[in-house]
């Protein structure tokens, strides 16, 4: 694969594939046996409907905790509130896979729920979005987990990429609606209804049960654990780490850290777009079963420390991702199915 960047303010340009359609292929064939971690992960609903019953407790008891102390509310909403929006996020991100339920329709209400937390309704929109992102990723004016030119241009040098860092999660819920139309269905609209009954609900019963200060508190919580579960947690260094270049000629990157454990392993990130259909859980077991694989990747160990390098580093910025022309990547899709299917 040829990969180019023509100067400092551009981005990297590929002229193949993304690198996970090929190595899917050639792993398959050497460890055929990685087909059996295929299938979903039947506790993930569980730990799932734990997280969502404890953040929504937390913030219908905001009231009481400020009454003690704003440090004590500041504390559990940056520790425990951004951490368990993050894990929702990633809870959505497995759902989106049908990783939770062996029907898809169970996977989309139940991603309804893991959507909760985060205020707005959020989950259908990212299931259509991040399966192109999987399936076209990098490509021009599809893949919406780029930044934009604008962004890239704007966010410059250390101040730039600090201001854009904490307020990612913005440009992460604006930026898809900028770049590609996604199509409203059936599907989109349950998950806002569900959304605006549940918020209604929580909101309409904290005012008419204890006061309507208490909700507004509660309304403070969920919000600031959700910007802050977008930037200034440890855990958002997935965001960066996963597709940012940070060593030339390689475009995914795994994490192999101890955060894995609260995030559903989304930090195996080249095994996850290896294999989009086996769950977090069994993400590990690839590895082990096709080191050769792996095992000569860049990878890291540690997201604070990718963050930092994002920040101070000068060579890495915003066009620090590799993107490909649609038009080529559209003539290479096709050629694929006709050669798939003239040997079917």
Partial sequence: M????????????ADDREPHFLRRQEILKAHPEIKELFGINKKMKYF??????????????????????????????????????????LSVHEITHDLAFEKKSHNNYFSFFANIPMIFPYAMAFKFYHGVHH????????????????????????????????SQIFF????????????????????????????????????????????????LYLGLSLVLAGGLNPVSGHFISEHYV???GQETYSYY????WVTFNVGYHNEHHD??????????????MAPEFY???????????????FLTDSKINLYARTKRKKEEQDAKTKTTEKGAAAVA
Avoid: C
Avoid at 2 to 13: Q, V
Avoid at 295 to 309: F, I, M, Q, T
């Fill in 246 to 248: 940070f060593e030339e």
């Fill in 48 to 89: 799932t409907v734990l997280w969502v019953t404890l953040h929504m407790t937390l913030a219908a008891l905001s009231y009481q905790m400020i009454d003690i102390s704003w440090w004590l509310f500041l504390g559990v909403t940056y520790l425990v509130g951004s951490t368990i929006v993050h894990a929702m996020f």
């Fill in 172 to 219: 992460y819920a604006l930026r898809p609606m900028m770049v590609k139309k996604m199509p409203i269905n059936k599907w989109v609209i349950r998950n806002a209804i569900f959304q605006i009954t549940m918020m209604a609900l929580f909101f309409g019963g904290l005012t008419y049960f204890i006061s309507g200060t208490a909700a507004l508190y509660a309304l």
């Fill in 135 to 166: 399936w076209s990723q990098g490509t021009d004016g599809d893949d919406t987990d780029i930044p934009t030119l604008g962004e890239a241009m704007l966010f410059r040098g250390f101040i730039g990429k600090v201001i854009w860092f904490v």
């Fill in 295 to 309: 095992d000569n990747l860049h990878s890291y160990n540690s997201w604070v420390a990718v963050n930092w390098r």
């Fill in 257 to 260: 850290g101890p955060l894995n």
């Fill in 2 to 13: 040829s990969i180019r960047k023509d100067s400092e303010h551009d981005f990297y340009w």
């Fill in 275 to 288: 294999f989009p259909r086996i769950p977090g859980s069994r993400l590990a077991q690839v590895r082990k």
